[in-house]
């Protein structure tokens, strides 16, 4: 039996997604930590960075790390994926790290997720959302469970971000992806989960 892949656009901030799993991105060769990961990072009381200056995890391309949120973000745990360098990171990259993420997160058996788009700006999401939403489609392909992929945007861009993924839809066979818009109200609605353990391992634009 295969999953579905709910996927759904959100205009609140990462922090504030009502999920199981929020997934921030970081580079190797940015610090301190800037946008979702560094809004993380504050709310955790600098956890992501600690772990950074412990080597625990470097930014680099194809690593992860999983903590507990502490009840500080909606999500119950963090999930912090490594994107490599600033100056490599091309559109392939986005589509592969978006991939490994959702990859991850069913893994994990993990019935939500939520990430802003990693590593780029999201005024720039409507531009790359082929490679963002090909990614989650490779990631997801072949999972018997169903998963909640949730995009946060800023307010001013979920219009074009819809737009954007529809216009891309239209283009692919995607039996397994359902996609909606949904509010930031319709997020917060749901019920926040609870509370985890302990740590595991587990913008420019690109071109």
Not at 2 to 26: F, H, R
Not at 43 to 67: H, Y
Request: positive net charge; proline residues 5%.
């Amino acid at each position: 039996m295969t999953g579905i892949l709910d996927l759904e656009l959100g205009s609140e901030s990462l922090e504030k997604s009502a999920v199981d799993l929020a997934v921030a991105g970081i580079f190797s060769d940015e610090f301190p930590l800037r946008g979702g990961a560094g809004r993380v990072d504050w709310r955790l009381c600098g956890l992501v960075s600690g772990q950074l200056l412990a080597g625990r995890i470097r930014g680099s391309r194809g690593e992860a790390l999983l903590v507990p949120s502490m009840g500080q973000l909606r999500a119950r745990r963090v999930m912090v994926v490594g994107l490599g360098a600033r100056s490599k990171y091309k559109l392939a990259l986005v589509a592969r790290s978006v991939q490994q993420a959702v990859s991850r997160a069913t893994a994990l058996h993990s019935p939500s997720l939520a990430m802003a788009p990693l590593g780029i700006a999201g005024d720039e999401f409507p531009r790359c959302a082929e490679a963002i939403v090909a990614g989650a489609i490779a990631g997801f392909a072949d999972s018997a469970v169903s998963l909640r992929l949730r995009i946060v945007l800023p307010p001013a861009e979920m219009n074009r971000g819809a737009q954007a993924i529809a216009a891309y839809l239209g283009t692919v066979a995607a039996p397994t992806l359902r996609f909606q818009r949904r509010s930031a109200r319709a997020s917060s609605a749901r019920t926040s989960p609870g509370k985890s353990q302990q740590p595991a391992a587990a913008q420019r634009s690109p071109r």
